[in-house]
């Protein structure tokens, strides 16, 4: 248990169908970011939300779209996905500090788009 | 550009068997670089940070070492409980967001 939690755990939806992914973390964390892992390939971060700010939109399509309400919640809305979206999405926090600050995953959420 | 590279992608040993994993990295100043562990189907789990050339960090039989240009992560008679993927990833310096660069990975088997 890592102190962030993610739900749900497995979701499938239609290309058409709108659905929202929730990350919550309990450490105290000033920072969160989405990241999507495909098969075999890195983790490519997707957005950053420093003390609930975005800070960074690695270029993602406008078919997901972040929201934070405050430093312990993110989501991820989704609508109308494409099936190669289909992956394993994972929501992380971290303390923001000068040196290097290490970032504490979720479970993840394993996204299959019919 | 900042990049990271895991060798070997995929790794098997036998129980005892030691070896080691290797992260190259090219990034602009280096904030961390930090190893993962990762089950299937799991999030990454956070094993190490290590911020400057020279420095070691031990945890079981796992241990970390960063030089300039590379990281390892040597496991010392590995056990079948130790199979998974490891990620090495770095954070730059010019950035203040967190970002993280990950590697690809390496695939471990400890075959008993």
């Known amino acids: 248990e890592t102190g962030v939690t993610q739900t749900p755990r497995h979701l499938v939806m239609g290309m058409t169908n709108k659905k929202s992914l929730k990350c919550e973390q309990h450490?105290?964390?000033?920072?969160m970011y989405w990241y999507k892992q495909s098969a075999k390939k890195p983790l490519e971060l997707m957005f950053v939300y420093n003390f609930k700010e975005q800070t960074e939109n690695n270029s993602v399509p406008s078919r997901f779209s972040p929201e934070c309400p405050n430093s312990s919640h993110l989501f991820l809305h989704l609508h109308t996905l494409q099936p190669e979206d289909s992956a394993l999405y994972l929501c992380a926090s971290s303390q923001e500090r000068a040196i290097g600050n290490e970032q504490f995953f979720g479970p993840g959420t394993r996204l299959t788009v019919l | 550009e900042d990049q990271v590279t895991q060798s070997p992608e995929a790794l098997r040993l036998q129980e005892g068997e030691s070896s080691s994993l290797n992260c190259s990295y090219t990034v602009s100043g280096l904030r961390g670089l930090f190893w993962y562990r990762q089950d299937p189907g799991k999030g990454p789990e956070f094993l190490f940070t290590?911020?400057?050339a020279g420095e070691e960090k031990e945890k079981e039989r796992l241990k970390a070492t960063l030089t300039k240009k590379e990281s390892f992560l040597h496991i010392t008679a590995p056990k079948p409980e130790d199979s998974a993927t490891y990620l090495c990833?770095?954070?730059?310096?010019?950035?203040?967001?967190?970002?993280?660069?990950f590697g690809q990975g390496t695939e471990l088997s400890v075959k008993p």
């Open positions: 450490l105290g964390h000033n920072a």
């Open positions: 990833a770095v954070q730059a310096l010019y950035n203040q967001g967190g970002k993280l660069i």
């Open positions: 290590l911020y400057s």
